[in-house]
């Protein structure tokens, strides 16, 4: 691939209003062969759609080439969420009496159709230069556009394009934006990485000596550098898991209701991250620190109103109602002792458990 034909390539990720854009070849990276253990391990908790296999038996995100054999390399882009906002680690409410939901789900947008939106309109740029450098066949399957949902695991294609490292809290992370970013990536039939330095000089790993991350994790979900074990991280907690939060895990989940950033708020990378231009990702009144009280016992007609669009219906009503309760048992603010006592009752069994073991950790902080 000419230079030239990499500088349109990027440039139509760019029109498409990524911030960042690199191209990967699909190949058996070193960091996907760490995936079929990590699975065996069950550090992927209850997410069984990880586990999808192929006709052979195979993890179909272990190996790209096995289930797109047609795909050559990957375009994979990048896009800025940062917004000038707290971060969860600047939360000092002496009344603690608001939740934490994580900076990616403040806005009315669902990153999902954000990114897709201009995954589209990039791949329709990408056809047009394909077509008028005389790369296009017509009538085969050349691209194809995925955000989250690909049978791939995106971050060792973003390390293979060069947008960024994988950091020891197994973000990616570029040296200028920082972590809060979105990844989507582009399928393509063609070898578009095979000349392209940034496709076999991945961006460097400058996480140096640092380990705050890990640190600061307050379930110790980073088991070892770049390896999480899903099962113990409050993203998980609070978005993917359904039922009963396991007992011993729910004092560390603080008052997060929705996602868990203190990985990424800790990190000297992300420091100076720029904000983001796109201002679909401005976060809606309330959404930033919200009340506990608010959350725990709304209603399914105001979660549908409230969320519509957002990436926060995915916890669905009981989840989101759980998760507040565990953070109003871990406020220490016996301001939530009458709502908690009446939540103790509600139809919604999820929610009365919980609601109890946050009643009886409130009155053994309060003496
Ligand atoms: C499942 C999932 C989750 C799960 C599990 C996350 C995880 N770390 O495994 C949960 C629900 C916990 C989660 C949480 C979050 N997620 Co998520 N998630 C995904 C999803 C859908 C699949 C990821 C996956 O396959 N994980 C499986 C594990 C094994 O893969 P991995 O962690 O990426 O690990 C690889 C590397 O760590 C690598 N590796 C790194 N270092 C080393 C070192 C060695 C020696 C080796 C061998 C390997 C290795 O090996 C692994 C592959 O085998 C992706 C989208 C996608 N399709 O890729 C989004 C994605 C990763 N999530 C994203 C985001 C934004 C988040 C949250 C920030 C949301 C939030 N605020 O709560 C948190 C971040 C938590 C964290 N520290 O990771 C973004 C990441 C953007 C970025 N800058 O990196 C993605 C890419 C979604 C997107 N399209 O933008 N997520
Ligand atoms: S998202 Fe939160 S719980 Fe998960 S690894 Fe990062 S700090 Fe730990
Ligand atoms: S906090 Fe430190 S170790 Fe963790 S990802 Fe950031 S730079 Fe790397």
Same mark, same amino acid.
């Given at each position: 691939?000419?230079?030239?034909?990499?500088?349109?390539?990027?440039?139509?990720?760019?029109?498409?209003? &990524?911030?960042? #854009?690199?191209?990967?070849?699909?190949?058996?990276?070193?960091?996907?062969?760490?995936?079929?253990?990590?699975?065996?391990?069950?550090?992927?908790?209850?997410? *069984?759609?990880?586990?999808?296999?192929?006709?052979?038996?195979?993890?179909?995100?272990?190996?790209? /080439?096995?289930?797109?054999?047609?795909?050559?390399?990957?375009?994979?882009?990048?896009?800025?969420?940062?917004?000038?906002?707290? #971060?969860?680690?600047?939360?000092?409410?002496?009344?603690?009496?608001?939740?934490?939901?994580?900076?990616?789900?403040?806005?009315?947008?669902?990153?999902?159709?954000?990114? !897709?939106?201009?995954?589209?309109? /990039?791949?329709?740029?990408?056809?047009?230069? !394909?077509?008028?450098?005389?790369?296009?066949?017509?009538?085969?399957? @050349? !691209?194809?556009?995925?955000?989250?949902?690909?049978?791939?695991?995106?971050?060792?294609?973003?390390?293979?394009?060069?947008?960024?490292?994988?950091?020891?809290?197994?973000?990616?992370?570029?040296? @200028?934006?920082?972590?809060?970013?979105?990844?989507?990536?582009?399928?393509?039939?063609?070898?578009?990485?095979?000349?392209?330095?940034?496709?076999?000089?991945?961006? =460097? %790993?400058?996480?140096?000596?640092?380990?705050?991350?890990?640190?600061? #994790?307050?379930?110790?979900?980073?088991?070892?550098?770049?390896?999480?074990?899903?099962?113990? #991280?409050?993203?998980?907690?609070?978005?993917?898991?359904?039922?009963?939060?396991?007992?011993?895990?729910?004092?560390?989940?603080?008052?997060?209701? &929705?996602?868990? %950033?203190?990985?990424?708020?800790?990190?000297?990378?992300?420091?100076?991250?720029?904000?983001?231009?796109?201002?679909?990702?401005?976060?809606?009144?309330?959404?930033?620190?919200?009340?506990?009280?608010?959350?725990?016992?709304? @209603?399914?007609?105001?979660?549908?109103?409230?969320?519509?669009?957002?990436?926060?219906?995915?916890? *669905?009503?009981?989840?989101?109602?759980?998760?507040?309760?565990?953070?109003?048992?871990?406020?220490?603010?016996?301001?939530?002792?009458?709502?908690?006592?009446?939540?103790?009752? %509600? =139809?919604?069994?999820?929610?009365?458990?919980? /609601?109890?073991?946050?009643?009886?950790?409130?009155?053994? %902080?309060?003496?």
């Amino acid at each position: 691939m000419s230079p030239d034909l990499q500088t349109r390539i990027r440039q139509c990720a760019h029109d498409a209003g &990524f911030d960042l #854009c690199g191209v990967a070849p699909v190949r058996d990276f070193a960091e996907l062969r760490v995936f079929p253990t990590w699975i065996a391990d069950g550090k992927h908790g209850d997410m *069984k759609y990880l586990e999808a296999r192929d006709v052979a038996g195979e993890l179909k995100r272990a190996s790209l /080439a096995r289930v797109a054999p047609w795909a050559r390399s990957l375009v994979v882009c990048a896009l800025n969420y940062n917004t000038r906002h707290p #971060c969860s680690t600047d939360l000092h409410n002496e009344a603690a009496s608001s939740g934490w939901i994580s900076r990616y789900a403040w806005s009315r947008a669902d990153y999902h159709d954000a990114v !897709l939106r201009r995954l589209k309109q /990039a791949e329709k740029g990408l056809r047009d230069l !394909l077509e008028e450098t005389g790369h296009w066949i017509p009538g085969t399957r @050349q !691209l194809r556009s995925y955000v989250d949902t690909g049978p791939l695991i995106e971050r060792v294609y973003a390390k293979y394009a060069g947008i960024g490292w994988i950091g020891k809290n197994t973000c990616i992370i570029n040296q @200028q934006l920082g972590s809060w970013l979105f990844l989507g990536v582009i399928l393509t039939s063609l070898d578009l990485a095979e000349h392209d330095i940034t496709a076999s000089l991945p961006a =460097p %790993d400058r996480c140096g000596t640092c380990t705050r991350c890990i640190t600061a #994790c307050p379930t110790q979900a980073i088991v070892a550098p770049g390896e999480l074990d899903a099962r113990l #991280c409050i993203s998980y907690l609070t978005i993917e898991k359904r039922g009963e939060i396991p007992n011993q895990l729910r004092p560390a989940m603080g008052r997060h209701v &929705f996602g868990c %950033d203190i990985c990424q708020d800790v990190c000297p990378w992300n420091r100076k991250a720029p904000v983001t231009t796109a201002h679909e990702f401005e976060p809606r009144p309330g959404l930033v620190n919200p009340d506990l009280d608010w959350l725990a016992e709304m @209603q399914p007609e105001e979660f549908r109103e409230t969320f519509r669009g957002s990436p926060v219906k995915r916890a *669905k009503l009981s989840g989101l109602r759980r998760n507040a309760v565990v953070a109003m048992g871990n406020s220490g603010n016996k301001k939530f002792v009458p709502a908690l006592n009446q939540l103790c009752e %509600d =139809p919604d069994p999820l929610v009365a458990e919980h /609601a109890r073991w946050a009643l009886a950790t409130l009155n053994v %902080d309060m003496g």
